[in-house]
């Protein structure tokens, strides 16, 4: 029904009034996942209206939308976009700026491949679609200085946006090597430039506006940690190698990656929220892993980085071997595991003091209250536990690649 009207109108972006009425009906129903039902002809509509106001940076009073009746419909659609974001839906959605482009971009960030099915991956591509959200992520991400940045409400609203657009970068390259390649050689790599970039900036900046709110999702930390998460996860897609083909682990001898993704493994966790610590530790270690599986030159570049010092908060100090490093932290990640082993233990033999154990004769209420708090600590001792084991047996694995073959190291 809804894909059958799209496809019906398929000449939108050739009239702008009905092409910014088909794109708010669009954006409108990507806001309510229930009614969106997407196939090849919506995303190519959907793609072609954004292509055909891909230079409208400004207001629609750009693309020539001056006479009356366009100034109404340019309106009528502003108010029904503030209605929505006045109940909570559309809260990226700036409604000072609406322009058909804006509201097809909104709409495509708000679709995954999960959601649409694995066609969407290939079909970004070959409509187009990856293009405009690389060159989205560039265009934001320009903005970013490397090191002086002024965190202003604009700039932060960038990186969310670059944000939203890993995400869908990360959907679409998940087991998909012809979106993989794509990418990496896109306009001579200016993805993989934009990427180690931003990663570099996240890996500086976090330190300094540490967030330990979990719940914290707005401040320049929060927003800096979800860029880098979102960073992580493309990068690791993309340097994963096929058929025994080094491609995307060339990654690891761009200027400074080994370095910072080792510092960011290394020292950033102590600057989030503790349940996000494994996250990054974990997504760093992947891609570390990524990275030396198959390419002797970056197992070389591991073996030779120097670890960041423990009172240093970014690389101006440089002591000891990052494999020393990261052989402290696997013993630690170690005890850690045993440590909360004996934990779950302690709960299991009715050692453990954080819950009281209720008098045999007590109300059945407490009795059951009992074993609720108990089963909810044994399911949080034994996630901490399988969280420690997975980074000690990650960092072995990372060891274990980086010494293949190599008996100067061993």
């Not at 409208?56 to 929505?84: F, M, N, P």
């Not at 989205?136 to 657009?165: E, G």
């Not at 761009?254 to 990054?280: A, N, Q, R, S, W």
């Amino acid at each position: 029904t809804v894909a059958k009207i799209f496809r019906a109108l398929q000449d939108a972006t050739k009239d702008q009034s009905l092409g910014m009425c088909t794109a708010t009906v669009m954006f409108v129903l990507s806001q309510d996942r229930l009614n969106m039902d997407l196939d090849r002809d919506c995303l190519e509509l959907m793609l072609n209206l954004l292509e055909n106001d891909t230079s409208h940076d400004q207001a629609l009073d750009d693309c020539g939308l001056t006479d009356h009746q366009l100034q109404k419909t340019r309106e009528r659609v502003i108010q029904l976009c503030s209605e929505i974001k006045s109940q909570g839906a559309a809260k990226y959605l700036n409604t000072d700026n609406i322009t058909v482009g804006q509201l097809a971009m909104e709409t495509l960030l708000s679709l995954t491949s999960a959601r649409a099915g694995e066609w969407f991956k290939e079909e970004m591509r070959q409509l187009g679609g990856l293009d405009h959200i690389v060159r989205t992520v560039v265009q934001c991400c320009n903005h970013v200085d490397s090191m002086t940045n002024v965190w202003s409400p604009t700039l932060i609203d960038r990186i969310k946006k670059v944000d939203r657009c890993l995400r869908i970068l990360e959907n679409v390259t998940i087991q998909n090597e012809e979106n993989n390649v794509y990418l990496l050689d896109f306009e001579n790599g200016i993805l993989i430039d934009t990427l180690i970039r931003m990663f570099k900036v996240c890996d500086y900046e976090i330190p300094l506006y540490p967030s330990y709110d979990e719940n914290d999702k707005d401040s320049i930390g929060a927003v800096l940690r979800e860029c880098l998460t979102a960073n992580l996860k493309v990068l690791i897609n993309l340097s994963h190698d096929s058929n025994q083909i080094t491609h995307g682990s060339k990654i690891g001898q761009k200027d400074g990656v080994i370095d910072t993704t080792l510092h960011i493994f290394l020292k950033v966790p102590e600057y989030v929220p503790h349940d996000e610590k494994f996250d990054i530790m974990f997504l760093t270690l992947t891609l570390l892993i990524n990275l030396v599986e198959i390419n002797m030159e970056n197992r070389k570049l591991i073996a030779e980085a120097k670890a960041p010092d423990t009172s240093d908060v970014h690389h101006d100090s440089m002591k000891s071997f990052a494999i020393e490093a990261l052989v402290k932290m696997f013993f630690q990640q170690e005890e850690l595991a045993k440590t909360e082993e004996k934990k779950t233990d302690e709960i299991l033999d009715g050692e453990n003091k954080q819950t009281e154990k209720p008098a045999k004769d007590a109300p059945l209420k407490a009795h059951t209250q009992y074993i609720e708090e108990t089963i909810a600590l044994l399911v949080e001792k034994a996630g901490q536990n399988m969280q420690h084991t997975m980074i000690a047996s990650y960092i072995a694995i990372l060891l274990g690649y980086i010494t293949m073959d190599d008996k100067v190291i061993n």
